[in-house]
């Protein structure tokens, strides 16, 4: 009896933990996206009002 609700808390416990963990993943993974973006665009932007370089000459 013991040994069965062991299991059943184990099993509970670890369909918890890899459920969040895909949910953590996801949230990492949509900031590095989103960072990436923002450094694209930053590279695309110019660095002062006096830069005329055209995005294609960086």
Not at 3 to 30: P, Q, R
Not at 36 to 55: H, T
Request: net charge negative; with cysteine; hydrophobic share 55%.
């Amino acid at each position: 009896m013991q040994a069965a609700l062991e299991d059943n808390v184990m099993t509970f416990g670890n369909s918890i933990i890899s459920s969040s963990l895909g949910g953590a993943e996801l949230f990492v993974a949509a900031l590095v996206a989103c960072g990436l973006l923002m450094i694209a665009i930053s590279a695309l932007l110019p660095k002062d009002s006096n830069d005329k370089l055209e995005w294609w000459e960086r």
